[in-house]
């Protein structure tokens, strides 16, 4: 029972342009949303997180997007670089649990 | 700054062998984490602990322990050892249960 789902196993991108990675989730208790970033070899970083009472939070190129009606959320960035590639997972929280649920990940490959 | 230490980058072992993968935490933080990641299944929860000398099943706990005696340190043991274990292993830390989690570098286990 996969509740955080990446569809999309790889994107690839033209270095300069926009990648939207997506992300769904089946369970409307989740309070934040995280997005993490991981390098071959090395363990995931945090990049950027939402609360589930706004819709968007930004931070330099990074945005990400959350839509509750259709438990979908997205992660734009702009403009995108060969360093951003990488696997991306999104994440979900219960806030009373604590645990962190992730997706599959989404591995992104910008080329210049 | 905030550092996730484990013991080994890369162990290979045999199938029945004990098996001790360790992470060590300094930022004081109570909450620590004992992923796997695997292809296609992103990270799974292993065991977690709240607290020194408090663990808790996470979703895949079968064939696997945990020990936290002292707060910075996090231990997983593989009891017998077996081929399905063959995996990354991802040690993670927060400070407590709204925080954003800070990882490891992680432990590549091949069991053979």
């Known amino acids: 029972d996969q509740q955080v789902k990446q569809n999309s196993p790889s994107l690839s991108v033209q270095e300069g342009r926009i990648s939207i990675l997506n992300c769904d989730y089946t369970n409307s208790m989740f309070d934040y949303f995280l997005w993490y970033k991981k390098y071959p070899a090395e363990g995931p970083t945090f990049l950027i997180s939402?609360?589930?009472?706004?819709d968007k939070n930004e931070d330099g190129r990074f945005t990400v997007f959350l839509n509750k009606s259709a438990k979908h959320l997205s992660l734009h960035i702009v403009p995108s670089q060969p360093g951003d590639s990488a696997v991306y997972f999104c994440?979900?929280?219960?806030?009373?649990?604590?645990?962190?649920?992730f997706g599959q990940g989404t591995e992104l490959s910008v080329k210049p | 700054d905030v550092k996730v230490t484990q013991s080994s980058r890369y162990l290979v072992k045999r199938t029945g062998e004990k098996v001790f993968l360790e992470c060590v935490q300094d930022?004081?933080?109570?909450?620590m984490f004992w992923y796997r990641q695997d292809p296609g299944l992103g990270l799974r929860l292993i065991y977690f602990s709240y607290d020194v000398k408090m663990k808790e099943k996470g979703d895949i706990p079968e064939g696997y322990s945990v020990s936290r005696e002292k707060k910075e340190r996090f231990s997983l043991i593989l009891e017998s050892a077996s081929t399905n274990q063959t995996s990354m292993y991802l040690c993670?830390?927060?400070?407590?249960?709204?925080?954003?989690?800070?990882f490891g570098p992680g432990t590549r286990l091949t069991v053979l």
């Open positions: 939402i609360s589930s009472i706004k």
């Open positions: 994440a979900a929280l219960y806030n009373q649990g604590g645990k962190l649920i």
């Open positions: 930022m004081d933080h109570e909450n």
């Open positions: 993670a830390s927060r400070r407590h249960r709204l925080g954003v989690q800070f």
